[in-house]
């Protein structure tokens, strides 16, 4: 078993290593160990999963993952201190640590991971998520944890006042709920925002090609440019004029007079699409 770290025990190991969180990098570190195994009993692990945690920092989290999967991949953008060997020797042969940038991150560095699950720097939680679901179609699920208003925007369906860019893009490739709300008290430093969880669930894309993918993420960018505006309208720079734009819509069976903010994923497919063929 692991030997969780509490918050004594977080400050000194900081302490002797000489690190400090940093605002600058988004870095909460969780000091609680009844919170990381709740983050782990709601991944539902189990004994075959390898998994890829992202930003591990001094290892509160990873520690609680090692028993409960094959295979930990630590993927941080400095090499982070090794405290799984003085804190759980047993489990050490399970963890590898890849000192890269999770934003570029390929799977030739971290191999075939199953699952995603990390407590994510709140200033690239959505970047970081999409591009390792875009780079590792092995990983099929993922339990991260992020602020809490990102949480709502990343679970959001269509109609929220909160749907947006990320709810589509993250839509295309999973499901993604909010699970669980985590306190500000139980991170190091104490962030001025509450966290929370999202289950991520892989599930089939709309089309598995990449330029297909590109195309329907220019058609939602465009959507949420101008929110407050028609389709019609705000979709007129990307097709070339609001009359051709409405005709695509048309065409993809949506009405002109809607918002992005009431489509779903698979209608941006759809539209994409149809401007491919008209």
């Known amino acids: 078993m692991s030997a969780l770290l509490g918050p004594n025990e977080m400050r000194e190991l900081a302490s002797g290593l000489g690190i400090r969180p940093t605002k600058k990098l988004g870095q909460n ?6 919170t990381v195994r709740r983050i782990v009993a709601a991944a539902g692990l189990s004994a075959a999963d390898v998994v890829i945690e992202v930003g591990p920092g001094l290892g509160s989290l990873t520690l609680a993952l090692l028993p409960a999967c094959r295979r930990v991949v630590a993927v941080e953008v400095d090499p982070v201190p090794e405290t799984v060997a003085a804190r759980a020797p047993g489990l050490a042969d399970r963890l590898t640590v890849v000192a890269a940038d999770a934003l570029r991150i390929t799977s030739g560095q971290v191999g075939e991971p199953t699952a ?18 875009a780079e590792l179609p092995s990983m099929t699920s993922g339990l991260v944890m992020v602020q809490a208003e990102v949480a709502d925007r990343m679970a959001a369906g269509p ?5 947006g860019i990320p709810s589509v893009k993250i839509a295309w490739y999973a499901a993604a709920r909010r699970v669980a709300t985590v306190p500000r008290t139980v991170f190091w430093p104490v962030p001025n925002v509450d966290s929370a969880l999202v289950l991520l669930t892989r ?26 505006k028609t389709l019609r309208a705000a979709l007129a720079g990307w097709a070339g004029s609001a009359a051709r734009a409405e005709e695509l819509l048309l065409v993809a069976g949506i009405d002109p007079g809607a918002r992005g903010e009431q489509l779903a994923v698979t209608d941006f497919s759809r539209l994409a699409h149809a401007a491919e063929q008209v």
Do not use: K, M, W
């Open 29 to 34: 570190f969780v000091h609680d160990p009844n």
């Open 116 to 133: 995603l699950v990390a407590n994510l720097p709140y200033n690239v939680s959505v970047p970081v998520v999409l591009h390792l679901l």
């Open 159 to 163: 109609g929220s006042r909160v749907y």
């Open 203 to 228: 599930r089939e894309t709309p089309d598995s090609d990449d330029g297909a993918r590109a195309a329907v993420f220019a058609v939602i960018d465009a959507a949420f440019a101008q929110r407050r």
